[in-house]
C-alpha cells in the first residue's frame, strides 16, 4: 500500500469509525470492584477490554485458549490493582466448554458482567466448502452453541446481582446473505437471534442485555485474508471503548452511525444486491478459468 492510499485509509477510517471519549466517572461508578467475564480474552478486542477494566480494581475471569497470553495479560492485570483468573478452553468442542462452566463455579458464586467476545471469521465459497463440512460445525460452535451454553449456565448468578450480559456482534447481523459467508454469517445471526428472543425475560430478571454490533475490528481474526489489508477497520481499542460506554449507559445496543444506511439499503435493495453479487461472483470465476 502506498503512502498515499495509507493517508486515504486513515481519513476514511476517522470518517467511518469516530473516536469515542469515555466518561471515565460513570465507568468507574459501573464496573469498580465488580466480578467480569471476558470471553475470547487472549488477543484483539478482549486483551484491550481486559487491560481498560484492569485500572478500575475489578475481579477478571479471562476465558481463551491462548494459556500463555492470557497469563501475560493477567500480569498486567495484577499489576494495575485488579484481580485475575484465567480460564484456558477451546470452544470448539463442547466438552471443553463444560469443562470451562464447571471452573467458572469454582473461582465464582458471582458474576456481574458477562462479555461473550468469542468469536471466529470465515469466508469461503459453496465450491470450496464441499468437503469441509466441519467449517460449519466449529464455526457454529463458537460463535452460537458455545456461548449459549455459557449464559444459559450463568444467567442465575447474573440475575442475582441483576447485572449485565453483553453481545459482541457483528453488523453482518444485520444486513442481508452475502455469498461466500455462509458458515460465518449464519453463525452469527443465530446467536444475535437467540440472544434478542431472551431480551424480554432477561429483563424480567433485572438482567441489563445488550448488543454491540461491530464492523470490521483489524484483529487477529481476520488476518488470514488478505482481502481485508486494505480495507477500512477499526481499531480493537476503539472496540473496546465503544463496549466500555456501552456498560455504562442506558442504551441497550450499539452500532455504527452509518450501518442505518446499510440496512435501509437491504431492505429496498434486495434485488439489487442480488444481481450485483451475481455479476461479480460470475466475473470471477470468469477470471480463474
Given at each position: 500500500m502506498t503512502n498515499k492510499n495509507k493517508v486515504s485509509k486513515r481519513i476514511i477510517e476517522q470518517f467511518l469509525f469516530p473516536s469515542v471519549t469515555l466518561n471515565r466517572t460513570k465507568l468507574q461508578k459501573?464496573?469498580?470492584?465488580?466480578?467480569?467475564?471476558?470471553?475470547?480474552?487472549s488477543y484483539g478486542i478482549g486483551e484491550q477490554l481486559a487491560l481498560l477494566f484492569s485500572t478500575y480494581n475489578v475481579k477478571l475471569i479471562l476465558i481463551a485458549r491462548t494459556a500463555e497470553k492470557l497469563n501475560?495479560?493477567?500480569?498486567?492485570?495484577?499489576e494495575n490493582g485488579s484481580l485475575c483468573n484465567i480460564i484456558v478452553a477451546d470452544f470448539y468442542q463442547e466438552t471443553e466448554t463444560e469443562r470451562a462452566?464447571?471452573?467458572?463455579?469454582?473461582?465464582?458464586?458471582?458474576?456481574?458482567?458477562?462479555?461473550?467476545?468469542?468469536?471466529?471469521?470465515?469466508?469461503?465459497?459453496?465450491?470450496n466448502s464441499l468437503t469441509r463440512y466441519?467449517?460449519?460445525?466449529?464455526?457454529?460452535?463458537?460463535?452460537?452453541?458455545?456461548?449459549?451454553?455459557?449464559?444459559?449456565?450463568?444467567?442465575?448468578l447474573i440475575k442475582a446481582t441483576k447485572g449485565q450480559i453483553i453481545n459482541i456482534s457483528a453488523i453482518n447481523a444485520l444486513l442481508l446473505?452475502?455469498?461466500?459467508?455462509?458458515?460465518?454469517?449464519?453463525?452469527?445471526?443465530?446467536?444475535?437471534q437467540?440472544?434478542?428472543?431472551?431480551?424480554?425475560?432477561?429483563?424480567?430478571?433485572?438482567?441489563?442485555?445488550?448488543?454491540?454490533?461491530?464492523?470490521?475490528?483489524?484483529?487477529?481474526?481476520?488476518?488470514?485474508?488478505?482481502?481485508?489489508?486494505?480495507?477500512?477497520?477499526?481499531?480493537?481499542?476503539?472496540?473496546?471503548?465503544?463496549?466500555?460506554?456501552?456498560i455504562y449507559s442506558s442504551k441497550s445496543y450499539?452500532?455504527?452511525?452509518?450501518?442505518?444506511?446499510?440496512?435501509?439499503?437491504?431492505?429496498?435493495?434486495?434485488?439489487?444486491?442480488?444481481?450485483?453479487?451475481?455479476?461479480?461472483?460470475?466475473k470471477q470465476n470468469e477470471k480463474s478459468i
Open positions: 459501573t464496573v469498580t470492584g465488580k466480578t467480569i467475564v471476558i470471553t475470547g480474552a501475560a495479560i493477567a500480569d498486567i492485570v495484577k462452566i464447571k471452573e467458572l463455579f469454582t473461582l465464582t458464586d458471582t458474576i456481574d458482567i458477562f462479555i461473550s467476545n468469542a468469536g471466529k471469521s470465515i469466508m469461503r465459497s459453496l465450491e466441519h467449517d460449519f460445525t466449529r464455526t457454529n460452535s463458537l460463535n452460537y452453541l458455545a456461548p449459549v451454553n455459557l449464559i444459559l449456565a450463568t444467567t442465575p446473505p452475502a455469498p461466500k459467508w455462509a458458515a460465518y454469517q449464519a453463525s452469527k445471526t443465530a446467536f444475535d437467540w440472544f434478542r428472543c431472551n431480551l424480554t425475560e432477561w429483563k424480567i430478571m433485572k438482567i441489563q442485555a445488550k448488543t454491540i454490533y461491530l464492523p470490521l475490528v483489524n484483529t487477529k481474526m481476520i488476518a488470514p485474508n488478505e482481502k481485508y489489508k486494505n480495507f477500512p477497520a477499526m481499531q480493537p481499542e476503539q472496540a473496546a471503548f465503544r463496549i466500555a460506554k456501552l450499539d452500532k455504527p452511525w452509518w450501518l442505518l444506511f446499510l440496512q435501509t439499503s437491504s431492505f429496498f435493495g434486495k434485488y439489487i444486491w442480488e444481481k450485483i453479487s451475481f455479476l461479480y461472483l460470475k
